[in-house]
C-alpha cells in the first residue's frame, strides 16, 4: 500500500526534496541563460505579432515557449514596467525562464495556459485602458499574479488533494491547498537573487507587492468564485477607484475573468482548451476511482461531454462575471461578451445534436445525458 501510494501521489511523496531540486536545477537554467548568445538581443517578434498580442483573439497555440517567453518580456517593457520600477533586463529573462521550468507538463495547467492567462490581462489592460485607472504597481501585480498563479500546479485540483489527504492538504489545512502552493513557489522563486526582478524595490515597496500577488493568486481559487463575485456585484454601480478595498476586489475579478477566459477567444483557439481540460479532469477521476474516492461527475469520462461541459460554465459562471465587470468596462462587450454568448449557442447546438443521437441509440451512451454540475 505504502508502495501504491508513493507511486500515485508523485507530487506530495518528497514535496522538500522535489521543490529543492527544481529550483537548484532553475539556478542552473538561469545560468545557462547568461551563455546564451542571444541573450541580450531584446526580442524577435515581428510588428503583426506585437499588434496581436494586445488583443483577446491572440492564439497561443502557434508558438514555442521560447517564443512565448519573448512575449511575456516584450509585455514587461511595453507596459512600461521594466522602466519605472528599474527592473534589470537580464534579470527579468532568467525569471522568465525559471517560471517555465517550474510549470509541469500537465494536460491543461502548463506553461501555455499561464502563458494565455497573462496575454489576456495584457489586452484587458489595453482594452480597459486600465493604466489610465490604476497605478504602475497595481499593473506590476496584476501582470506578476498571473504569470505565477498556477506555478508548480500537479494536475489534480484542490477537491483531490484534499480528499487523497496529500502532503499539500496537510500542509495549508485544506485552504486553497494549490493556490497557496503557487504562491509559495513564486516566491521560493523571487528569493533567488539571480531571478529577483524586484531587487531594486524597497523593503516597503517589496511588501505591497508581495501581499498584492498572494491576494490575486489567492482569489483563483474556484471555490471562492461566488464570495468574491457577490463583494463585486455590491461595489461595481458606486465603484471608487479611490478606495483600496475596490480596487483589490477589481483586481481579483480580473484575475479570475483571466485565468477562466479561454471561451473568449475564438472558437479555433478555444475549443482545443476544452480536449486538454477534460484530459486532465480524466486522469483525475480515473486516479480517484482506483483509490476509491469520491469523483465529481463533470471530471466522470462516463457523465461529461465536451458541450455538457461548457454550456454550464459559460451561462453560470462566465457570462455572469464578465457582464458584472461590463457595467465599469462596456468595451469589453464587442471583445469578450459577444463571443462568450456565441460559443454558448454553439455548444448548445452541438448538445441538441448529441441528444438526438442518443434518441436514436440510447443504449450506447449510456450516462451521458446526466447533468453536469459546474
Ligand atoms: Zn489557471
Known sequence: MGALLSAVHPVTTDHRRTQKTRLRRLAVGGQ???????HHTPYHLSKETVEALRLPAFDAWQWEPNEMLSCLEHMYHDLGLVKDFNINPITLKRWLLCIHDNYRNNPFHNFRHCFCVTQMMYSMIWLCSLQEKFTQVDILILMTAAVCHDLDHPGFNNTYQINARTELAVRYNDISPLE?????????IFSQPDCNIFSNFDPEAFKQIRQGTITLILATDMARHGEILDSFKQKVDNFDYTDEEHVTCLKMVLIKCCDISNEVRPMEVAEPWVDCLLEEYFMQSDREKTEGLPVAPFMDREKVTKPTAQIGFIKFVLIPMFETVMKLFPQIEEAMVQ??????????????IDDAMNEVRPQSDHGRKEEVNV
Not at 545557462?32 to 542571444?38: A, L, V
Not at 463571443?339 to 441538441?352: A, G, V
Open 32 to 38: 545557462r541563460g547568461k551563455t546564451d548568445p542571444s
Open 180 to 188: 497557496n502552493h503557487h504562491c509559495a513557489v513564486a516566491f521560493q
Open 339 to 352: 463571443p462568450l454568448r456565441e460559443s454558448r449557442d454553439r455548444y448548445e447546438e452541438l448538445k441538441q
